[in-house]
């Protein structure tokens, strides 16, 4: 399976700042999805990133909120805008193919504390 | 009602017992099915597939019921490295959407 990595690991911010996820696939992919997981929750997802067209977003989530940029095969990021201690989170990425048999393979995840 | 719901436990178990895990799901369109494991501040990561046909990896046996919407998990000799949160985990299919359930968590002791 694809090796997935996340920058940074973690992070502690301001409430009011914007913070950038990277997420970096060892191999072209076809799909790459971002999620969160809130403290003692499971995960939500929040978008499906597309290449070469703007991201997909689930109820509840929105694009100035959240942007997301998928400018390869390999590649994406998440920002996390105006945050506030409500978006202290987990934030994870995936990777996976358009054949919905086929299992997501997550990213090492990005914890995220705002003060 | 949550689309996917599973038993929170925890399970408190010794080692060498077994255990099972159940997950129902409440759409019937759902195309795939998963269980993932994830241990304390990692990720996710896929434990098996589950096939109608039951499958069986080592001391893990997974089963779907898709008439019932129902899908298991039997953990047979459990060890101390079992411990972690079971994450049953459905694929809508389509735009390839997972639903996680909230999880169940494992404890093995000695």
């Known amino acids: 399976s694809a090796v997935i990595s996340q920058k940074p690991s973690r992070d502690i911010c301001q409430r009011g700042t914007s913070l950038t996820i990277q997420c970096q696939v060892d191999?072209?992919?076809?799909?790459m999805f971002w999620y969160r997981q809130q403290p003692g929750q499971s995960l939500t997802l929040i978008a499906t990133?597309?290449?070469?067209?703007?991201?997909?977003?689930e109820s509840g989530f929105v694009i100035d909120k959240f942007p997301i940029s998928r400018p390869n095969l390999t590649f994406s990021t998440l920002t996390v805008s105006n945050m506030s201690p409500e978006d202290s989170s987990i934030y994870l990425c995936?990777?996976?193919?358009?054949?919905?048999?086929?299992?997501?393979?997550f990213g090492d995840g990005t914890r995220l504390s705002i003060l | 009602r949550k689309e996917v719901e599973q038993d929170p436990g925890p399970f408190n178990v010794p080692e060498g017992a077994t255990v099972a895990f159940n997950c129902t799901y409440s759409?019937?369109?759902?195309?795939?099915f998963f269980w993932y494991r994830q241990d304390c501040r990692k990720e996710p990561k896929l434990l098996m597939s589950?096939?109608?046909s039951g499958n069986e990896d080592g001391r893990f046996t997974a089963q779907l019921n898709r008439a019932s919407q129902y899908i298991s998990l039997l953990i047979r000799d459990s060890k101390l490295s079992d411990s972690a949160t079971y994450l049953c985990?459905?694929?809508?299919?389509?735009?390839?959407?997972?639903?996680f359930g909230a999880g169940t968590r494992l404890a093995v002791h000695p």
């Open positions: 995936s990777a996976g193919s358009p054949d919905s048999n086929q299992p997501q393979h």
């Open positions: 191999s072209q992919v076809t799909m």
């Open positions: 990133a597309n290449q070469g067209s703007e991201a997909t977003y």
């Open positions: 759409n019937s369109a759902s195309q795939s």
């Open positions: 589950v096939y109608s």
């Open positions: 985990v459905v694929n809508r299919g389509g735009y390839n959407k997972l639903i």
